[in-house]
């Protein structure tokens, strides 16, 4: 198993990685979409993926782009698309 890495970086990681993808993290909390233990889950999924540095090179590439989708070597990507999904409804 390969090391977690460090929970600070990951958490703003997965705050980039949600803001790039449009995915609004406070209204999907409001909206029960999304526990406290549900991002505690995706910055720790986030902590073990091994794309670590490829993945800082995406959102440093994508920093000023449109929204785009979550790459699809991103472990959370699943869980980006169903918020997404969830938050269209609201």
Request: net charge positive; hydrophobic share 35%; charged share 20%.
């Amino acid at each position: 198993m390969r090391p977690l890495g460090d929970s600070n970086i990951h958490f703003w990681r997965a705050q980039n990685m949600a803001r790039i993808t449009q995915v609004d993290l406070v209204a999907a909390t409001a909206c029960n979409q999304l526990t406290q233990d549900g991002w505690a889950q995706m910055v720790s999924t986030c902590r073990g993926c091994s794309w670590d540095h490829g993945c800082q090179r995406w959102l440093t590439a994508h920093r000023r782009d449109q929204a785009c989708d979550a790459p699809d070597t991103c472990d959370n990507l699943l869980e980006f698309n169903r918020l997404k999904q969830a938050l269209k409804g609201h």
